[in-house]
């Protein structure tokens, strides 16, 4: 709490990309920039109708998507100016923005810069050009550099990279490449995921017909050993399963979301969690646009809340201590997990000094089967 007011996150979600990448299952369309204006007037809207905004106060702003960076910079201004007018914000709030490669100039980041954005979350994924074409990803390698170079003149110094591993056919050598790269740029943060192949994307129905060689599990989780051992030579730190960064760059705002905080979601199908209430934006672009911004709310009881609050919690490296799910719940977490957390210890999945909890290397590989047990 800062004053009276309460902290409070707010995540911004521009649903356009200039092309879809085959593997994305995301909240995002392509070859919609004649509604660019007609949803920025939608979302500023939604924004100066939020009621209860005199009670808060901003410690995070995420401007996510989609490719936020697609929209003319001059929406972007109106967007956050929007919400720097609504609400009170902590003069140190972090204001994060994605961008893809191919989609910024030089004026256009110093914009961002202008309107407060202090971080750049770069979707990268590869720097190897056969792996990016293979994602349908619309830069190259060279673009990338471009672009990195730009960022850098305009004066960003917190700068995370998304990278992806076990990606179609991808050796570990290449994987090595690519993260050896990407620390060579000295990012202040990395963000490393495996590429999970979702239903209902182009590389799901190639894999079906074996179209796209799928890397082994063995394999997947070698890259992911390799890719934590190059960062820990390189002065990152882990703080989250797949989040690396140099020390005091953490992402606040995906803390909040691990630590079970409030935020709220303006945008296209935008998710909230205030006042204990999940809910949802609407999912269809017509009808935001349209001034019906709200979707449904997500119905939960009070035991998924501890079940969520536990698999969140877990996620972060320095894991859970017993006295916050007190401080949060006013309930003790042995009481209500003792035997669950036994059991995990006992198979080397979770570590428990008696203050703490957290996932071993073994329970971070196996995590679903951690997070599985608390549900
Ligand atoms: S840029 Fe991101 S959101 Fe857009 S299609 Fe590619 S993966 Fe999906």
């Not at 809207?45 to 001059?74: Q, R």
């Not at 030089?106 to 190897?128: C, I, M, T």
């Not at 017909?209 to 050993?225: A, F």
Request: hydrophobic residues 35%; contains cysteine; proline residues 2%.
């Amino acid at each position: 709490m800062s004053g009276l007011k309460k902290e409070i996150s707010i995540y911004i979600h521009i649903p356009f990309c200039v092309r879809k990448c085959l593997y994305c299952d995301f909240n995002s369309f392509a070859g919609k920039e004649e509604y660019f204006e007609a949803y920025k007037n939608a979302l500023v809207s939604e924004i100066n109708a939020f009621d209860k905004a005199e009670g808060y106060i901003v410690k995070t702003i995420f401007l996510g998507g989609g490719t936020p960076s697609v929209m003319p910079s001059k929406f972007t201004g109106e967007i956050l100016k929007a919400v720097l007018g609504k609400f009170k914000t902590d003069p140190n709030a972090e204001l994060s923005m994605e961008v893809n490669p191919k989609t910024v100039d030089f004026d256009k980041l110093k914009e961002y810069r202008d309107y407060g954005v202090n971080r750049l979350s770069v979707g990268v994924q590869s720097f190897s050009e056969r792996l990016l074409k293979i994602l349908g990803r619309i830069h190259d390698r060279r673009d990338f550099f471009e672009c990195f170079e730009l960022i850098q003149r305009a004066g960003f110094k917190n700068v995370n990279f998304d990278l992806m591993f076990a990606l179609p056919s991808q050796s570990i050598d290449e994987w090595e490449e690519t993260v050896k790269t990407a620390v060579s740029l000295r990012p202040s943060h990395l963000s490393v995921y495996s590429l999970i192949i979702e239903e209902g994307t182009p590389f799901f129905n190639m894999f079906e017909k074996g179209e796209l060689m799928e890397v082994s599990d063995e394999d997947d989780r070698e890259m992911y050993y390799r890719a934590k051992e190059i960062l820990r030579e390189n002065g990152f730190f882990q703080y989250e399963i797949s989040n690396f960064s140099k020390k005091g760059f953490e992402c606040r705002h995906n803390i909040v979301y691990w630590k079970r905080k409030e935020y709220i979601g303006f945008g296209l199908g935008a998710c909230s969690f205030l006042d204990n209430e999940r809910s949802r934006n609407n999912l269809s672009l017509s009808d935001y646009i349209g001034g019906n911004w709200f979707g449904e709310r997500d119905e939960f009881t009070e035991r998924d809340a501890f079940a969520e609050f536990m698999f969140l919690g877990l996620r972060m490296t320095e894991g859970i201590l017993r006295k916050d799910f007190y401080d949060y719940f006013g309930v003790d977490m042995e009481a209500l997990f003792g035997k669950e957390i036994k059991k995990l210890s006992e198979r080397g999945l979770l570590l428990d000094d008696g203050e703490r909890i957290s996932l071993t290397e073994r329970g971070i590989d196996l995590s679903n089967v951690v997070f599985r047990e608390f549900l």
